[in-house]
């Protein structure tokens, strides 16, 4: 909106001749006004600012501040495609309530963030700088504000670090572990109203993908809102009252029921993502509607996002695929299956939808994951030879499986990063990963495991017959699908499959404990790291880490629990991390990846089947900005999140349909 | 009674001196069975037998004269599912996924030729990725009978090749369709009543004997013994069972075989359903303890146990008979609703439960319809159990 | 009368203390607690979990103390009326339950009034005409709910619907009027949608009806005072309906106790098909996610539904049957 700060006054002298008055009038018109517009340039930015039509009422009684100072001065811009238009509500399914963190997850509004190429950039902060990999300093946007309208600024990190971090009774447990170098905590300082810094002596290279996590580690806090449940700044008698109305056992326990960013329950906490939540649960159907703060805007300078409202209905899992079928959704791709994908597809000129292929990002598909920590001591000697996993990874006919159950559109390979990684190489993907029964056999016999029983089964060193109990989390038909093909393709290496469902719980303690031989799971998290991303998911860093839980563990406590690595060739892993954490360049990191992709796909420490597969998602034909193929993955990529929900739009269509209904 | 007819009916006659009397009774010989003589058909019916007269009353009911026909008849067919089925249990075929059922012709042309399907023709539709199969008129696939298929084991005991019907060579027999790895549904359904109608029995035998049990004590001795039973009964009755499902099924330890498994669940179902019997059992007994023959029984030193096993349940047997069979439809419906909440059994055992519980989601019922097919044995066993029982719970006391 | 009634309220109180140790054996019994099986699930899905921070809480709710002190604790409570906290919901029971307490009546009367409405009928109709294959026929159709799957009946009838009458899947109203106060429309919706999950759980309980009804009014029948009856010259209908049904009204009344947590129970596998908004999905999540004092309380409250609802039903069978308010066969 032109706003002309001042006002015209047109120079009208007395001795000019009537006669040209018009003209000079005219003529001096121009001349003011391109004054005025130079001097309205130079107070403010470059840009003028228009937002939704929705808060025009508001802004013109005065309930909201207009748009130019709602904005930081300088918003994020966003990059897009083609421009859209304000208006419309998203309707999305979830199958629970604590889904409301969904939103967060989807609004991906980052202090720093992963771009489409999965590169870290600026976000929420206006620029950053990182120096040896050991400090980091964040330039906030100056007039940014939370969704109630309070500044947004270095006090909000202020607060997190010294009075919730840092504070014994809401964190006993000392701040986060991201946080902590060798068990040092970083030094951390506000130069100013707008820039924060954080500093170590070493290295953190987890602390940037930590802050772009689609599982955030929010090291800010809405202070203002905050500080009403802190014992240091409320009135102790008004929170005593509060304690004592929300039943909290203590006043650090309603503080940290209040605090919950993520979970993104509390209608009344401000937040810094695209849409707020309106609904106080408990409910089944949660609408959020537009922030008036929101930092981003379209290269036209409208502040985004462009859809007025999201709605979450809740409702039972199972039924998600059939709902979406029926057309009740405007974009939908959590809970659907590619096995859904036919029946969608016929739905689709009923349901005004169209239904795009993105791809998983999934490493592998399903994996099978030998426990190289089990307590079996004869299974445990087996499993670590590396002839035994490369034996059932060529018995694996990959190909039957990619046919059989993905129509062929999946892609044949090991647990290995996929093509859209610049790590990717062929090799990594297809070692070990043919059917070659003749050779696994040979491998088998090479190894001692040459005798057979009368059925044909191997014999294990101590006479047992060679049967693997693949212990699995009972949870999707895809994975007993899978099992079933592989039983009959390793019953020609004389292995006996056997599949045992259990209970998710269940099966990750028993993996963990080690009572468990063989798992069965889905492959690396992340499929397509690059260069800068941590490369923990090939070394054993974590108890997660179903082939190795124990080595994974020890780490994780710091040697408390768990055992130490006692194959070399873990141990070389966990050295080559050690290394990528030191190193100092692009190359050198990009070489200790390969190095590491190579070891762990020679090694096949995890047997993958297939990956990239293909991911089914809904969208009506009125919404525009959604990309036709993409990767679809929870970390990095939020599933929707890198795509940048705030700029899809829905054309006419969308409210003519709403109408009708 | 005809009234005789050798009666003098003149007037009183001048008694004679020192002459009897004429009589006024008949002379003719003394016929018990004169007034009420039964026809050949009555007798049968009184002189029959208590059990005699049940099968009578029982026949009465046509649906359970049926029923019982139906079922004995599937009781026979799990003995030998393994030759009937066309196919082996596992056996899978990659190149006719979801492929719909296959309709038996006899005439090709106008030709008779046998049973026989025509062969399927596949193509993949890349559109919307659906399997689609036509029927190819000109490849006709002659059923074989009594041939040599895939191989199985026969109960797990010997194996053996032989099937009832199974496919020409090189060509398949999809009675019912194929399911998503190709398997074959017929042969499922087939395998899969093994472990459905096995399940109801032991259930039932376990519920029986606890509520007979249970029933008998509390019936018998009353006092403070029924009060507790009765109340066990009424807090087993108020614990919803959805509940006791999921915690009994998670109590279940993770490594046991599929067969322990198995009886697990028949354990947590007949666990669940006793009480309806017990309280049979319990009011029968309360009313029949004061009868004259369990008095006689007392009085002459039988001990308790005695009483209730030899003399007071054999007079109500029949009923339990009836419940015992009307309580098997649940166990069976018990079992494919813990397949549903994932409690009960899974892949890779096969039961009904397990393929209702595959075809319940909505690709199935939009695009596959015939992999519901399951449900139709279901309910006809259910209710054959409903109808037998009905009718033997009627012909329970024949004499009412 | 007035000794046999204290008497059974009285045994109500050890009754219920009773189900209430079960019913927290039963939600206790499987491993873990709530958080280890939210930890498992957030880990399953690759996000982050602080292990610390699960201690922290654990102790914080107090789900490190013995089985024992916990249940203790929650008796305590019940008993003052406060029902607990969900921790899934982060609120208190009362405030979860409530909401979904009015549909889930709404859905369990209507059921309960279909079943009543289609097995009276039935069963009368069976009885009088024994045999004939009127008879035949309608017991096969009452019996048919009962055989099919629910599950499986659910869904096809979700989708027939949808397909045919273009009501939306699931839920008891159309996603629209979710939040919107209550209209004409939005009580038409839930009509719309309301006849699914009727039906589904409704025609499982007829049969028992059916069955109950057709063999007490066998016996009725088959009495002395009929035959008198019959023989003084009453219509049929008359006798029929004047004497011997209302002997056989006996299960509809004593049945209402034990109706409601069929029902109920029933209902669960239906509602988690349909995603309706009752209780029964909810008790579902609260058991698999060990939320124990959602799940327990609930559970509390059924049984003292069921309890009352028995005990009440005996007492209007000892008011409308003097057989047993005058103590004869049914006290011995």
């Known amino acids: 909106m032109r706003s002309m700060p001042i006002s015209l006054i047109p120079f009208c002298s007395p001795t000019l001749r009537p006669r040209s008055r018009p003209i000079a009038r005219a003529s001096l018109t121009f001349v003011a006004a391109l004054l005025a517009g130079l001097i309205q340039s130079g107070t403010s930015s470059a840009q003028s600012y228009s937002d939704a039509p929705m808060f025009a009422d508001k802004v013109a009684s005065g309930d909201l501040p207009p748009v130019s100072q709602r904005l930081p001065e300088h918003p994020a811009i966003a990059d897009m495609s083609e421009a859209g238009r304000y208006g419309g509500e998203l309707d999305m399914l979830m199958a629970s309530a604590k889904d409301t963190r969904m ?367 693949v212990e699995s989390a009972g949870e999707s038909t895809e994975e007993s699908d899978v099992l079933e093909l592989i039983r009959d393709s390793w019953a020609q290496l004389g292995i006996r499959l056997y599949v045992k469902p259990s209970q998710r719980e269940v099966f990750r303690n028993r993996i963990f404990a080690g009572d468990s031989v063989m798992a069965v799971w889905t492959g690396l998290d992340d499929g397509i790291p690059t260069a800068e991303t941590a490369p923990v998911e090939f070394a054993p860093t974590s108890q997660q880490q179903l082939q190795w839980p124990k080595w994974g563990q020890y780490r994780e406590t710091m040697g408390e629990s768990g055992t130490a690595a006692d194959m070399p060739v873990a141990a070389q892993l966990l050295d080559l991390l050690q290394q990528w954490r030191d190193a100092e360049t692009d190359e050198t990191r990009t070489a200790i990846w390969q190095q590491m992709l190579r070891i762990y796909s020679d090694q096949v420490f995890v047997i993958g089947t297939v990956n990239s597969v293909p991911q089914p998602v809904v969208a009506k034909d009125f919404l525009h900005n959604l990309p036709e193929t993409a990767v679809y993955n929870w970390e990095p990529g939020a599933q929707f999140g890198v795509y940048k929900p705030d700029t899809f739009w829905l054309d006419e269509s969308a409210t003519a349909t709403a109408a009708t209904n | 009674m005809t009234p005789p007819t050798d009666i003098a009916t003149t007037a009183a006659p001048e008694p004679m001196a020192r ?365 054959a159990y409903n109808f037998l029982g009905d009718g033997l719970r009627d012909a329970a006391d024949p004499y009412k | 009368m007035f000794t046999y009634l204290l008497r059974r309220l009285i045994v109500m109180v050890p009754t219920l203390l009773v189900i209430s140790f079960l019913v927290f054996a039963i939600i206790q019994a499987p491993p873990g607690d709530y958080l280890s099986t939210y930890m498992a699930e957030l880990q399953s899905q690759g996000e982050a979990v602080d292990q610390a921070k699960i201690d922290f809480l654990r102790h914080q709710y107090g789900l490190d103390r013995s089985f024992l002190e916990q249940y203790a604790v929650w008796v305590g409570n019940l008993v003052q009326g406060d029902l607990g906290y969900s921790f899934e919901y982060g609120l208190p029971v009362n405030q979860v339950v409530g909401d979904r307490l009015a549909l889930t009546i709404v859905v369990s009367v209507a059921t309960i009034a279909f079943i009543w409405l289609v097995s009276f009928p039935i069963g009368i109709y069976s009885a009088v005409r024994q045999y004939s294959v009127g008879d035949y026929a309608l017991t096969f159709l009452g019996f048919l709910g009962l055989a099919t799957p629910s599950f499986l009946l659910a869904l096809v009838l979700l989708y027939f619907a949808n397909v045919k009458f273009g009501i939306s899947i699931g839920g008891l109203m159309d996603p629209s009027f979710a939040d919107a106060p209550w209209s004409w429309a939005k009580a038409r919706s839930v009509l719309a949608h309301l006849w699914v999950p009727v039906i589904v759980i409704g025609t499982s309980g007829t049969a028992g009806m059916i069955r109950r009804l057709r063999a007490n009014l066998l016996d009725e029948l088959q009495k002395q005072y009929v035959v008198t009856g019959r023989a003084k010259g009453l219509s049929p209908a008359k006798l029929l309906w004047k004497y011997p049904l209302r002997m056989a009204l006996n299960p509809f009344i004593a049945d209402i106790g034990g109706l409601l947590p069929e029902v109920v129970s029933g209902a669960v596998i239906v509602s988690v098909v349909l995603s309706l908004p009752t209780t029964g999905p909810m008790l579902l999540d609260a058991l698999r996610s060990q939320d124990m004092y959602l799940a327990g309380s609930f559970l509390m409250f059924l049984a003292l539904l069921t309890v009352v609802g028995m005990f009440l039903s005996d007492l209007a069978l000892a008011v409308l049957d003097p057989r047993i308010r005058l103590g004869a066969a049914a006290t011995k």
């Open chain 2, 19 to 383: 002459e009897p009397l004429a009589h006024r009774t008949s002379t003719a010989p003394f016929d018990p069975y004169s007034v009420e003589r039964m026809n050949a058909e009555q007798e049968r019916y009184y002189l029959a037998s208590q059990w005699r007269m049940m099968w009578w009353k029982f026949r009465r009911h046509r649906l359970a004269v049926i029923s019982a026909a139906f079922l004995t008849l599937v009781y026979f067919i799990i003995l030998i599912s393994e030759v009937l089925s066309p196919y082996a249990l596992h056996s899978r075929h990659v190149d006719f996924i979801y492929a719909p059922p296959q309709g038996v012709h006899l005439f090709d042309q106008g030709k008779f030729v046998g049973p026989f399907v025509y062969g399927l023709d596949y193509r993949l539709n890349m559109q919307n990725l659906k399997r689609e199969y036509t029927e190819n008129r000109d490849r006709v696939e002659p059923i074989r009978f009594f041939c040599l298929g895939e191989r199985y084991e026969f109960w797990g005991l010997f194996e053996s090749r032989l099937h009832l019907a199974c496919a020409a060579e090189g060509g398949t027999m999809f009675l019912l369709g194929t399911d998503r790895l190709g398997r074959d549904l017929l042969s499922r359904i087939l395998y899969g009543a093994r472990i459905s109608l096995t399940i109801g029995l032991i259930g039932v035998a376990v519920s029986f004997l606890l509520g007979l049990g249970l029933g008998g004590i509390a019936g018998y001795y009353g006092g403070w013994v029924d009060a507790a039973v009765s109340r066990l009964i009424e807090i087993v009755r108020s614990v919803p069972h959805v509940p006791l499902w999921l915690a009994l099924s998670a109590i279940m330890p993770v490594n046991w075989s599929p067969i322990l498994v198995f009886f697990g669940i028949t354990l947590i179902l007949g666990l669940l359903d006793w009480t309806g019997l017990a309280r049979a059992v319990r009011s029968k007994l309360l009313a029949l303890r004061e009868e004259d023959f369990c008095l006689a029984a007392e009085l002459m030193g039988a001990r308790p146990r005695r009483i209730i096993w030899r003399h007071l349940i054999p007079s109500f047997m029949s009923h339990l008979i009836a419940s015992a069979t009307l309580a098997i439809p649940s166990m069976i419906l018990g079992e494919t609703a813990l397949s549903f909440l994932g409690l009960g059994l899974r892949p890779p055992i096969t039961s009904w439960g397990v393929l209702l519980n595959e075809a319940q989601n909505i690709n199935v019922v939009a695009l596959y319809p015939w992999l519901m097919f399951p449900v139709l044995p279901v309910i006809l066993v259910v209710l």
């Open chain 1, 103 to 469: 939103m967060v997850v989807y609004s991906y509004a980052r202090l720093v963030g992963y771009d489409r190429d999965f590169k870290i950039v600026a976000d929420i902060c206006e620029s950053y700088d990182v120096e040896d990999g050991r400090i980091f300093t964040f330039h906030l946007r100056k007039g940014m504000r939370w969704s109630d309208g309070k500044p947004f600024d270095a006090e909000d990190f202020r607060y997190y670090w010294e009075d919730v971090a840092n504070n014994h009774d809401l964190s006993p447990t000392g701040p986060p572990s991201v946080l902590m170098v060798d068990g040092e905590a970083p030094k951390v300082e506000f130069p100013d109203k707008y820039t924060v810094r954080y500093s170590w002596s070493k290295p953190n290279a987890d602390f940037l993908p930590a802050l772009a996590g689609t599982t955030p580690l929010y090291i800010y806090r809405p202070s203002h809102y905050l500080k009403k449940f802190h014992a240091k700044y409320a009135n102790a008698d008004e929170l005593a009252e509060k304690v004592k109305e929300a039943e909290q056992p203590s006043w650090a326990a309603l503080h940290n029921r209040r605090d919950n960013m993520y979970k993104n329950d509390n209608p009344k906490q401000p937040t810094l993502d695209p849409w707020m939540l309106m609904t106080k649960p408990p409910s089944d159907r949660f609408v959020f509607e537009r922030n008036p703060f929101y930092y981003r805007v379209d290269p036209r300078g409208r502040q985004l996002p462009y859809i007025d409202r999201v709605v979450f209905d809740i409702v039972d899992s199972k039924l998600i695929p059939a709902k979406v079928g029926a057309g009740e959704v405007t974009l939908q791709a959590r809970n659907l299956r590619f096995d859904n994908y036919t029946f969608l597809k016929d739905g689709e000129t009923r349901g005004d939808y169209r239904v795009r292929l993105w791809t998983s990002g999934s490493g592998s598909q399903v994996a099978l994951y030998p426990n190289l920590n089990t307590n079996d001591e004869v299974w445990r000697k087996i499993l670590r030879d590396v002839r035994f996993r490369r034996a059932l990874s060529l018995g694996i006919d990959r190909h039957e499986i990619n046919q059989v159950i993905y129509y062929g559109l999946a892609h044949e390979s090991g647990n290995t990063v996929l093509p859209q990684s610049p790590l990717f190489d062929a090799g990594y993907a297809n070692a070990w990963a043919g059917f070659d029964i003749d050779q696994a056999n040979r491998l088998l016999d090479e190894m001692g495991l040459d005798k057979r029983d009368d059925a044909g089964i191997r014999l294990l060193p101590d006479g047992r017959t060679a049967d693997i109990l």
